[in-house]
T-cell receptor, first 113, second 115 residues
């Protein structure tokens, strides 16, 4: 069946270090992936996306890597800051079927000083 | 701000009450969504509207009734809810239409507590 999951429910990182949040997906037909950040008391916020014709995409301090061979997605945050503390969700979609995102359970990133 | 607003932000209701959640998007999008977010669970899609037409009802109990009067507004009418319906209810919108416009933008959510 289709599923999107995260390897680690909680990740603790020291301020200034790089963070890597991982996500596994099982639907090989998924061709579009999104990372969301959800801070306490807020709704999910779009961070970065990637399509299946790419294996890497960079934003401001964030990089998403896609490995279609092993159906793995990762979000790298450079020089992690306290403001990065949040829950991070990956989401996947098969754009050929409908605009219906499937979300993972989320990983909580804790930034320590 | 994402351009998607939700009211109220917090709601406490009894099981016999009737209440409504409101969502408004200022992004010119054509698709709107209701999600339920419970602790330690993935986001659960409830309803999808495209161009004001309901295109998905994800086996949601009838005590939840959506309404989409236009592409900018979405309501979720609640009646005779159960305590297990307590959750964060999130509204989202996307451009809709052709593939390539799938990115959904979320509102801040309504934190619902059913007593």
């Amino acid at each position: 069946g289709e599923s999107v999951g995260l390897h680690l429910p909680t990740l603790s990182v020291q301020e200034g270090d790089n963070s890597i949040i991982n996500c596994a997906y099982s639907n090989s037909a998924s061709d579009y992936f999104i990372w969301y950040k959800q801070e306490s008391g807020k709704g999910p916020q779009f961070i970065i996306d990637i399509r299946s014709n790419m294996d890497k995409r960079q934003g401001q301090r964030v990089t998403v890597l896609l490995n279609k061979t092993v159906k793995h997605l990762s979000l790298q945050i450079a020089a992690t800051q306290p403001g990065d503390s949040a829950v991070y969700f990956c989401a996947e979609i098969n754009t050929g079927t409908a605009s219906k995102l499937t979300f993972g359970t989320g990983t909580r990133l804790q930034v320590t000083l | 701000e994402t351009g998607v607003t939700q009211t109220p932000r917090h709601l406490v209701m009894g099981m016999t009450n009737k209440k409504s959640l409101k969502c408004e998007q200022h992004l010119g999008h054509n698709a709107m969504y209701w999600y339920k977010q419970s602790a330690k669970k993935p986001l659960e899609l409830m309803f999808v509207y495209n161009f004001k037409e309901q295109t998905e009802n994800n086996s949601v109990p009838s005590r939840f009734s959506p309404e989409c009067p236009n592409s900018s507004h979405l309501f979720l009418h609640l009646h005779t809810l159960q305590p297990e319906d307590s959750a964060l209810y999130l509204c989202a919108s996307s451009q809709g239409g052709a593939p390539g416009h799938e990115t959904q933008y979320f509102g801040p959510g309504t934190r619902l507590l059913v007593l």
